[in-house]
């Protein structure tokens, strides 16, 4: 309640602080989704990509379906087992990392837990917390938890988020395996006269729409992620074409 003369009453309750309901606070969270959408979008635009030089190459050299299913086919399952592969090694080194950093932190706090709490008050000051104040933050979140308070601070893991390398190659190859199908498809519905005009304006579409749909779930601007996946794709087909057709040519 405000008097008349614009003050705030005395027993008046504090405004509730501004909530940001759309900002991510948790950094486990956060690095799962992003490595979710890094896997998913890297995925996605490989087997647009890769796919479509394939079949869009050996297209330029012949005009039989035959070739052009079998290649499309033995590209998409060796990019799928690749992609999974990949991020499976990838993860898996980092999680190795992220488990022997942890491990080491839980060591030092039981053989040397008064240097170990010194140095997360050090660590504090260097946020610019004054030293009565680091020290109190520090005896608090030691008292809760100390693993998790110096891992926090020391390391930036969340012990309770670790990535999961299982989880990151069953999303690339899933991933890899959806953005493959519409090549496929774009190159083996139409007539073959217009295969290969009708199968790049889709590609484009689709790595123009993958780039976007990445730029908004990470919060970044669209411009530049859908330019630069659109530009790639669009190189690698040129020049998957120019090679089919001079190798056509060449063995025809």
Request: aromatic share 4%; with cysteine; charged share 15%.
């Amino acid at each position: 309640m405000t008097t008349r003369d614009g003050v705030a009453a005395e027993h008046d309750p504090p405004e509730p602080p501004h909530q940001h309901s759309a900002e991510p606070h948790a950094r486990g969270s956060l690095s799962n989704r992003l490595n979710w959408l890094r896997a998913g979008v890297l995925g996605a635009n490989d087997g647009i990509v890769s796919t479509a030089g394939i079949v869009i190459g050996v297209a330029a050299a012949t005009t039989d379906r035959g070739p052009i299913v079998t290649a499309g086919i033995a590209g998409i399952a060796a990019g799928a087992v690749s992609m999974a592969l990949g991020e499976y090694v990838s993860v898996s080194t980092q999680r190795d990392t992220e488990e022997a950093l942890l491990a080491k932190e839980s060591r030092e706090l039981r053989e040397q837990p008064q240097a170990e709490f010194d140095e997360l008050v050090g660590l504090y000051e260097e946020k610019g917390l004054t030293h009565e104040t680091a020290c109190q933050v520090a005896t608090e979140l030691t008292a809760r938890d100390a693993f998790e308070a110096h891992v926090d601070v020391e390391l930036g893991i969340d012990p309770h988020a670790l990535t999961s390398p299982w989880q990151a190659a069953t999303s690339s190859a899933v991933s890899f395996l959806s953005g493959a199908l519409l090549p496929m498809l774009a190159i083996l519905i139409p007539p073959a006269s217009l295969r290969i005009p009708i199968t790049f304006i889709a590609v484009v579409a689709a790595l123009a729409m993958t780039g976007f749909t990445g730029a908004r779930l990470g919060g970044s601007s669209p411009g530049r992620p859908v330019c630069r996946v659109v530009v790639g794709g669009a190189l690698a087909m040129i020049v998957t074409f120019a090679v089919g057709r001079l190798v056509g040519h060449a063995v025809g």
